[in-house]
């Protein structure tokens, strides 16, 4: 299994980074054979959404859609700002191919200031996967400061909670492995991307 982490945060280390890069850990003492690799998007030159065909970007924004289409589970990490997650993972989204995700088990995790937006990721996140067919892990990830000192995770309860999601990953994973199409339910409309060029 492929099993790639998404941290869609603007700085270039963060907390969100952090816990999921320890969520791929423990998803890797799970199941030695995963391999995993967390992106940063911040540490990539990724170009704004302008509405062209997926395959037509270049660079980092290549690197960043082959790799989410060549992954086999995704954890997608963002802190909360404004009771929502950032433009930067937005943009992410907007990106990929409707396809890219379909049947693929997905863990989330954010992190803020205190537990005041940890909704966010059941009224926020957990939606746009959904469009994108994508089966989540019903159980998330939320931190918050408290959670945190020096750079490190000091929560035994955010460990545990993230040994668990990983854990799940991999389970959920082995168990659709062989029938990912069938059970994504009922497909949306056909939705053709147009540059804006095409106007």
């Known amino acids: 299994m492929k099993l790639l982490g998404v941290s869609g945060g603007p700085k270039h280390s963060s907390k969100t980074q952090l816990v999921v890069k320890g969520v791929l850990d423990y998803a890797l003492?799970?199941?030695?054979?995963?391999?995993?690799?967390?992106?940063?998007?911040?540490?990539?030159?990724?170009?704004?959404?302008?509405?062209?065909?997926?395959?037509?970007?270049?660079?980092d924004s290549k690197l960043?859609?082959?790799?989410?289409?060549?992954?086999?589970?995704?954890?997608?990490?963002?802190?909360i700002y404004r009771g929502t997650y950032t433009g930067i993972l937005k943009n992410v989204f907007d990106l990929i191919p409707n396809e890219a995700m379909i049947g693929k088990p997905v863990g989330l995790v954010a992190t803020g200031g205190s537990d005041h937006h940890y909704l966010a990721l059941e009224h926020?996140?957990?939606?746009?996967?959904?469009?994108?067919?994508?089966?989540?892990v019903p159980g998330t990830i939320y931190a918050n400061n408290n959670d945190f000192s020096e750079g490190e995770i000091i929560s035994e309860e955010l460990k545990t909670r993230?040994?668990?999601?990983?854990?799940?990953?991999?389970?959920?994973?082995?168990?659709?492995?062989?029938?990912?199409?069938s059970v994504v339910g009922a497909f949306g409309p056909t939705i053709q991307r147009k540059s804006l060029m095409d106007k």
């Open 29 to 59: 003492t799970h199941d030695s054979s995963t391999e995993v690799e967390v992106i940063n998007v911040s540490d990539l030159e990724v170009q704004f959404c302008d509405a062209r065909n997926p395959s037509d970007y270049e660079g």
């Open 64 to 79: 960043l859609i082959n790799k989410i289409i060549d992954a086999d589970a995704l954890v997608f990490g963002s802190p």
């Open 124 to 136: 926020e996140l957990k939606p746009i996967l959904g469009f994108f067919l994508a089966i989540v």
């Open 162 to 181: 993230m040994s668990e999601l990983g854990a799940s990953i991999v389970n959920l994973h082995n168990l659709l492995s062989n029938s990912r199409q």
